[in-house]
């Protein structure tokens, strides 16, 4: 199996808020793990990587899609430790297999991760995107 000794999974129903401590990094105000698992469950199409001995997810990837033509990646992200593994590029392959009929899947990402995309055969586009960062940890209200 790719990504070393996880099990990838495309669904979330054994997950628990407990088993996504970690992430977000470099965040000013993170979601919470229960937040966390709330975009999990709202996504079009998920893939956790999940350390067997635990339980604990290692890594995610998320998609919204509007199920004809579109797509776009969101989230993706791997605890650190878990890094250099090759679990993140098998996230989005594995995402990329659940869209494979999809026109177009996008991703807007910072200029130093974009070689990370090219390398799973996405190619660099422009966009624009608006941020509102007093919603950034994704609390109701």
């Given at each position: 199996m790719s990504g070393g000794?996880?099990?990838?999974?495309?669904?979330?129903?054994?997950?628990?808020p407990e088993h996504?401590?970690?992430?977000f990094e470099g965040w000013p105000d993170p979601p919470s793990p229960?937040?966390?698992?709330?975009?999990?469950?709202?996504?079009?199409?998920?893939v956790v990587?999940?350390?067997?001995?635990?339980?604990?997810?290692v890594g995610f990837v998320t998609a919204l899609?509007?199920?004809?033509?579109?797509?776009y990646l969101p989230l993706l992200e791997v605890l650190?430790?878990?890094r250099g593994r090759g679990i993140g590029s098998e996230?989005?392959?594995r995402?990329?297999?659940a869209l494979h009929d999809h026109y177009m899947v996008d991703v807007v990402c910072d200029p130093d991760v974009v070689p990370f995309y090219r390398r799973l055969g996405l190619r660099s586009a422009s966009g624009a995107s608006l941020r509102r960062f007093d919603r950034q940890s994704g609390r109701e209200g």
């Open positions: 000794s996880v099990e990838y999974r495309g669904e979330v129903d054994a997950i628990r996504l401590e970690g992430f229960a937040t966390h698992l709330r975009i999990l469950r709202g996504s079009s199409h998920v990587a999940v350390d067997p001995a635990t339980g604990r997810v899609s509007d199920g004809v033509l579109a797509a650190p430790e878990h996230l989005v392959r995402v990329l297999h």
